[in-house]
């Protein structure tokens, strides 16, 4: 998968919640929206991603999906 | 089937409640107070003479046929103008009313030619009829006298013909043109025996504002308004009730026949999408289906390079069964997938995820809706409860405040729009919210009170404005939000729209509308009355597409403009079956009814009645197959009706993604852009093939009807079946109904529907099951679908799209009237007489500054690749943006859109792209090298090898 495709599409998904005024929520809200709508190896591939160092992802993208919540 | 000639009852129904009873020709006869005498009449089974009065148009009383006697009152009042009273005692047959009856008719006929034998509307004549009627016997003044018989007919309308000589100034063309289409293009010049019809100022229909719609046709009682295909082939014999197969308005039309062929498409008078209106397109361009392009042999290659070889439809169904089970051997299961169309049928699309989900057993089946109204289906769904529209068409007449936003109904709905343009015309006030002076804003009879011109990408900016200044003002409807809404979302919310970088003072530097004007606008929607929101592709397509609907949705729980006639939120569907193809659970994400793949209970539902286990992980959608088979892992794509090369954006990187690709099946009526990508071409059907259902903006299931058999032998949905027997997955239906059955039986919003009801009913809107049996007309009347209503916080964030030094202008991209997506239809039509080739608007200001005139070649050139049309100079666009339209694949116009989408959805953001124009002297170096391809492509189709030869070789 392009992950420059990747790490974009996680950040503008990041943008959106990151409004959310509950921080757990907009947590939750990214992690839960990446689960529900990104087809298997898009998330595996965006996990290596992250544990390659996960450059250009937002910091609140990072904390959302770090930690296998999105596996 | 259908009658051929319906009832016309002379003036339009009244909806009145007071009743009031007379008594006519001897027959009590009550009728709703309002009614005309003529259809009171009607309703009592007396037909009263009438030629310039019709069922579709306001009465008016020219051509005195139709006069009646009522008791105690003086003279012959004229039966289509005066309104039934209680107690009335009429007569309308009398020796004196025959006298005078007679008496209009014979000065009718002496300036009429007699040739009713060879005309074309013989047959089908209400002058001829009323010559009958009457008991016209003698003319007494001959033709000695002067008349028009000589007149020349204007035959520039490459669908009809205008023939004065056989005019007789009944106006019906003229007040449909009004009433009806609201083009104001006609007019009676002249006075006296000089008055004729006249398109604008005496020019020809071509030459005139008319937009070829159809309604003047259909009114004209005679011959002079006549279509073409009427002249040529003579009167039809049967007619079969249908739906038009372009847009989301999914107008019901007769398909009126002799035998087989198609002599005409008029709008159905009882069609509740378009009451008995119609465009252009639904009316006029359905030539395309028995085009000489049309391919209607199977055909197979081994590359792309090779020529194609005509084959059997079993030889073409195994080879791609095969070579999808070899795909998957060695690369995984989920290494292929399907996509659907907006233009199949309901049960077409079904069929398809079933067979990507039963047969291939992976949820990779995605629908175009992917890159129109998906961001719909995520933002209604995620604050009202339901991915759908809240209201039917007709609700407009009960709307005081229009917004449109987004969308340009007169070009891309256009029969809704004329039903819009009425409501306006009666009062209603409208808002326009669009980067282009669109026709609407400024046209005859009908005025923006506020429009809105924003700069693309800005939608979620102004629309919190709006909701900032409706809030901080105190216009919101607090009761309705108290008792309707959740609660701790609602206060979230309030506080963000609340805070100071919100207000419309602060964004006008993003969105470029006046904060004044904003204001006006925000106070028109929130107190002016019923407010409804209709909104197009300028809201989905963006980076933030699924943001702005949300954003809308929460503008209408915030004002209560839900749950009644006359409000609501109205996404208006690109494509015929846009929201169709959607409900039938052709997403990667989604069972059909919109429940997702992870919901076991769903699931386990469809493994039961499907006997097969269904995957709970979602599968890819359209732009991650492309990147998928671009990094390898997606091989196989079976694709129906859908032409992805030219419709999805960044088409190189599009083109790379299918070359990388192993099997691309494409069924499909032409040899499409993506064809020329394939490696097996199943011959598609058009609408006129077969049965199915559509389902339009409104949630409206209309039946599609077969008229003629398939022009290859297998309508799409056979073709799909076959495809899963070959697979080892049978599917044995043996009717579309049967596959209705089976929806019906798995999804809770259609339990209720059948083609029986539907044949019964007309159409219906769902939900239609146990709780509303005939249907939704409109949802969320007393609490949300998901209960409570729920305000989402949309934070304006700019798209990556951002105009630089090299590349200084906005492109945004559009529609127009006559042509349709991506054109493989209408281009093949004379609608191409309206529109030969997309052009890019550029406002005068940009254009001086690039030394561009009007008419010149321009290269466009952004981030993506590099396209070359001719310009057009018009202050419709603002300075700094351009404009234009996709349906010439030679234009490139997704050559130039880049491959940003949607955050929620992937929807592409065709609405805003960082581009420079500067003038050029030869065609992009894309489009070289596309002629070149489909050259290539058109000599190895050309080439192909004949099936009788293929088969004598075994
Ligand atoms: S075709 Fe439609 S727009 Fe044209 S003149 Fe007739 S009614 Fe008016
Ligand atoms: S063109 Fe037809 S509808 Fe129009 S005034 Fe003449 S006869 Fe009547
Ligand atoms: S408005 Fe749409 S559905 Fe109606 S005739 Fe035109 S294209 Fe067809
Ligand atoms: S039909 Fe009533 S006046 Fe013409």
Same mark, same amino acid.
């Given at each position: 998968m392009n992950q420059q495709h990747l790490v974009r599409m996680a950040n503008n998904i990041g943008d959106f919640f990151e409004a959310m005024p509950d921080r757990q929520e907009a947590l939750d809200g990214i992690a839960g929206h990446i689960k529900r709508y990104w087809e298997p190896r898009m998330r595996k591939e965006m996990l290596a991603y992250i544990n390659a160092g996960g450059e250009g992802l937002s910091d609140i993208v990072r904390e959302a999906i770090g930690g296998g919540r999105i596996a | 089937m259908f009658k051929l000639t319906e009832t016309d009852y002379g003036t339009p129904a009244q909806t009145s409640d007071a009743q009031v009873t007379l008594n006519i020709d001897g027959n009590d006869v009550t009728v709703p107070s309002g009614t005309s005498l003529m259809r009171a009449a009607a309703d009592a089974g007396i037909m009263v003479p009438k030629l310039c009065a019709t069922d579709s148009l306001e009465p008016f009383g020219s051509c005195r046929l139709c006069l009646v006697e009522i008791e105690g009152r003086k003279g012959y009042p004229s039966s289509c103008t005066t309104p039934a009273e209680s107690g009335m005692r009429v007569l309308t047959q009398t020796p004196k009313l025959q006298q005078i009856r007679k008496g209009v008719m014979e000065l009718y006929i002496s300036d009429h030619p007699l040739d009713c034998l060879t005309c074309a509307a013989n047959g089908d004549c209400e002058l001829q009829d009323m010559a009958g009627v009457t008991g016209l016997?003698?003319?007494?003044?001959?033709?000695? /006298?002067?008349?028009?018989?000589q007149d020349a007919k204007d035959e520039s309308n490459p669908y009809f013909t205008f023939d004065p000589s056989k005019c007789i100034v009944c106006n019906r063309c003229v007040r449909a043109c009004e009433e009806t289409q609201g083009t104001f293009a006609l007019t009676i010049s002249g006075r006296g025996f000089e008055s004729r019809v006249s398109a604008g100022q005496e020019q020809s229909f071509m030459e005139s504002?008319?937009?070829?719609?159809g309604a003047c046709v259909q009114a004209c009682p005679t011959a002079t308004l006549q279509d073409k295909t009427v002249i040529m082939? /003579?009167?039809?014999?049967h007619s079969v009730v249908t739906t038009c197969a372009y847009c989301g308005v999914g107008c019901a039309f007769k398909a009126e026949m002799k035998g087989n062929e198609v002599v005409r498409m008029t709008p159905w008078k009882d069609g509740k999408a378009n009451e008995g209106h119609s465009c252009v397109k639904g009316r006029f361009a359905w030539g395309y289906a028995t085009h000489k392009d049309r391919i209607t042999t199977p055909m197979i290659r081994a590359k792309i390079t090779d020529p194609w070889r005509e084959v059997s439809w079993d030889e073409a169904i195994n080879h791609a069964a095969s070579e999808f089970r070899r795909i998957q051997a060695s690369h995984g299961r989920d290494s292929i997938g399907g996509i659907t169309s907006s233009r199949c049928t309901n049960e077409e699309t079904y069929l398809v995820q079933k067979l990507v989900r039963a047969a291939f057993g992976t949820n990779n089946v995605d629908t175009c809706?992917?890159?129109?109204?998906s961001p719909t289906g995520y933002g209604l769904k995620t604050t009202l409860g339901e991915s759908a529209g809240t209201q039917t068409f007709k609700s407009v007449e009960h709307a005081d405040v229009i917004v449109v936003m987004g969308a340009n109904p007169t070009d891309g709905h256009p029969v809704f729009a004329s039903r819009m343009k009425k409501r306006l015309r009666e009062g209603a006030r409208l808002i326009v919210i669009d980067p282009r002076k669109i026709d609407i804003v400024d046209s005859p009879h009908v005025k923006a009170n506020f429009h809105l011109q924003l700069r693309p990408g800005t939608n979620v900016a102004l629309v919190n404005a709006l909701a900032h200044v409706i809030v901080t003002e105190g216009l919101a409807n607090e009761k309705f939000v108290a008792e309707r809404c959740e609660e701790k979302a609602f206060n979230d919310w309030k506080a963000f729209v609340c805070r100071p970088e919100n207000s419309p003072e602060a964004m006008s530097a993003v969105t470029g509308v006046p904060a004044d004007i904003l204001r006006g606008a925000a106070r028109l929607y929130a107190t002016g009355g019923n407010a409804a929101i209709y909104y197009g592709l300028g809201v989905t397509e963006h980076s933030q597409g699924s943001t702005a609907v949300m954003g809308i949705a929460n503008l209408a729980m915030l004002t209560g403009n839900i749950g009644r006639e006359g409000v609501g939120v109205n996404p208006l569907r690109g494509q015929n079956n846009v929201q169709g193809s959607c409900d039938m659970g052709s997403f990667p994400h989604e069972l059909p009814g919109y429940r997702h793949v992870s919901d076991g209970v769903t699931r386990s539902q469809f493994e039961q009645a499907w006997g097969v286990s269904i995957s709970p992980e979602p599968g890819l959608r359209i732009p991650n197959m492309f990147d998928a088979a671009l990094a390898g892992s997606f091989k196989g794509l079976y694709c129906e009706g859908e032409d992805i090369v030219q419709s999805d954006p960044n088409t190189q990187h599009v083109a790379e993604a299918l070359m990388a690709m192993e099997c691309i099946v494409v069924q499909d009526l032409f040899l499409n852009e993506t064809a020329k990508y394939a490696h097996v071409f199943l011959p598609g059907s058009s609408f006129l093939e077969k049965d199915g259902t559509f389902t339009n903006a409104e949630r409206r299931i209309s039946p599609v009807r077969k008229v003629m058999p398939p022009k290859a032998g297998k309508a799409d949905w056979e073709v799909t079946a076959a495809l899963s027997n070959a697979l080892g997955y049978p599917m044995n239906y043996k009717h579309p109904s049967e596959i209705m059955d089976e929806i019906a039986m798995l999804t809770p919003t259609f339990n209720g529907v059948s083609y029986a009801k539907l044949n019964k009913l007309g159409s219906i809107q769902w939900p239609c099951n146990d709780e509303s049996p005939e249907g939704t007309p409109t949802m969320h009347v007393d609490e949300f679908v998901r209960g409570k209503g729920k305000f989402v916080i949309t934070k304006y964030v700019p798209s990556d799209e951002k105009v630089t030094r090299k590349f200084p202008l906005l492109l945004t991209t559009g529609r127009i009237l006559s042509q349709y997506n991506v054109g493989a239809q209408t281009r093949r039509t004379d609608n191409v007489m309206w529109h030969t080739e997309d052009r890019l608007e550029v406002h005068p200001h940009d254009a001086e500054d690039r030394g561009i005139n009007d008419g010149d070649w321009v290269g466009i050139q952004s981030r993506a690749g590099e396209t070359v049309l001719r310009a057009t100079l018009t202050e419709r666009v603002q300075p700094g943006v351009v404009y234009t339209t996709f349906h010439f694949p030679e234009s490139g116009a997704n050559v130039i859109t880049t491959d940003n989408s949607d955050w929620a959805t992937n929807c592409p953001e065709y609405k805003v792209t960082a581009v420079q124009v500067m003038p050029v002297a030869q065609p992009s170096e894309w489009q070289r090298e596309y002629q070149r391809f489909n050259q290539v492509q058109e000599d190895l189709l050309n080439r192909r090898e004949p099936v009788v030869a293929a088969q004598a070789e075994k």
């Open positions: - | 016997r003698e003319v007494r003044y001959g033709f000695d /006298g002067a008349n028009h018989l504002e008319c937009v070829s719609c082939l /003579g009167q039809p014999e809706a992917r890159v129109c109204h």
